[in-house]
């Protein structure tokens, strides 16, 4: 479960810009937006995060954070070597920030247990690397790691809560790697629970969106079949059961991150009936872009509902009608589909689903540049919209709470 993300110094996002899923004092759509986490001391939390905001604010940047830092623990860049660079890129509208390290911290749960981890690092070396765990409420601090200039090399906290070979650990972690993942690499079990949730609890999927590989293998399962099946009928597509060939089944990390290893879709067949109830075939590339975008996406969400992961979307809108968007937000939202704490995260320019009052305020969040070209994060909560009476888009629309394109005259522009 995902309590709050923070990133400092990062592309666009210049000041520590914080998202944060804890739930706020209102008590609008408490029974169904909200539930409980079972790590002690830890507030209710949100089952969903709507970010608003015009082209080129910075929306997509905060999707990026999270991607980056996750590759970082457990994807391709945990496996750099020496002299390799490490994937992130520092405010550059800033002479300063330009040489300072991007910073990335992210507050979660898993079994039981509140954990809040964290990195700075440049493009050569991770500065600082922290981590605290917080088993009955108080922090246990179980990774401390900082560089010094002064000497060029790293000076390491006590760590004594740590369990294992730590000073292995510590010899072994290059200074483009984290510790948190050479020490797993390395067989720390007390570890592993922080890397497993990176690599397979927490799902970011940016515009490039899904190759429906991941749904086509799960059509092999009957139980995801009709889970998909049912999501294509209530969606009004017209289709009323799939068709797949055998040996397709790939896994999540195979087709969601490594996309460009997989065939088309050309072994997935639809079936329509006609009037008289006769079924027809046809090829999935017959149907329409909003069609199979929902098809690519069904797999994928059936999980993340039933295994209660954490989904990050880049522009959840594209090609789907707003009733489309709202009812897949929806599914986050009722507890007899979400039984496991599932949160998902999106950005999206879609303003009508602020008026399907399936939000509560502290799920909507804004993001616009300042004059400095910074990107700035806040939520809407800070405007105190009044529940129940407020039209949300009309008062964004009209510039209430910000987050608007500032557009010029267009014919101006254009005259010489």
């Known amino acids: 479960m995902l309590i709050e993300f923070s990133v400092e110094n990062f592309l666009s996002i210049r000041d520590k810009a914080t998202l944060s899923l804890v739930k706020g004092t209102g008590t609008e759509l408490f029974e169904t937006n909200t539930f409980e986490c079972s790590a002690p001391s830890t507030p209710s939390l949100l089952a969903s995060a709507a970010i608003y ?64 981890y964290g990195f700075s690092a440049t493009t050569e070396r991770v500065y600082d690397e922290w981590l605290f765990a917080y088993p009955k409420g108080r922090p246990r601090r179980l990774i401390e790691r900082s560089y010094s200039e002064e000497t060029g090399s790293y000076v390491w906290g006590s760590m004594d809560k740590l ?103 050309k072994s997935l067949k639809t079936v329509h009936r006609t009037s008289s109830g006769q079924a027809v075939k046809f090829d999935f590339d017959d149907e329409s872009d909003g069609t199979r975008k929902l098809f690519d996406m069904a797999g994928p969400w059936l999980k993340v509902l039933r295994e209660g992961h954490v989904l990050v979307v880049d522009e959840l809108n594209d090609n789907l009608h707003s009733h489309m968007v709202g009812f897949l937000v929806q599914l986050f939202h009722d507890k007899r589909v979400n039984r496991k704490g599932a949160q998902l995260i999106f950005t999206t320019h879609d303003t009508s689903l602020l008026n399907q009052h399936i939000f509560r305020r502290d799920q909507i969040w804004l993001c616009e540049k300042d004059d400095t070209k910074a990107s700035v994060f806040y939520s809407l909560t800070e405007f105190s919209p009044r529940k129940g009476v407020e039209n949300i888009e009309r008062g964004y629309l009209v510039g209430r709470y910000g987050a608007l394109p500032h557009l010029q005259d267009l014919a101006d522009g254009l005259v010489d």
């Open 53 to 116: 905001g015009p082209n080129g604010a910075g929306k997509t940047t905060i999707i990026k954070a999270i991607q980056v830092m996750r590759s970082i623990v457990c994807g391709t860049a945990s496996k750099n070597k020496p002299g390799e660079t490490i994937p992130v890129v520092p405010f550059r509208l800033d002479e300063i920030c330009v040489k300072l390290p991007t910073e990335f911290d992210i507050v979660f749960a898993v079994d039981g247990v509140r954990y809040q």
């Open 163 to 265: 369990a294992g070979q730590k000073q292995v650990w510590q010899e072994s972690t290059r200074a483009n790697n984290l510790f948190l993942t050479t020490a797993v690499q390395l067989n720390s079990a007390e570890l592993h629970p922080i890397y497993e949730w990176f690599q397979k609890r927490l799902h970011i999927v940016g515009l490039q969106g899904w190759t429906g590989m991941f749904s086509v293998g799960a059509c092999e399962d009957e139980s995801s079949r009709k889970g998909i099946e049912k999501i294509l009928r209530l969606a009004d597509t017209g289709i009323e059961g799939i068709e797949v060939d055998a040996g397709h089944a790939y896994g999540w990390d195979e087709v969601i991150y490594n996309p460009e290893e997989f065939p088309s879709r």
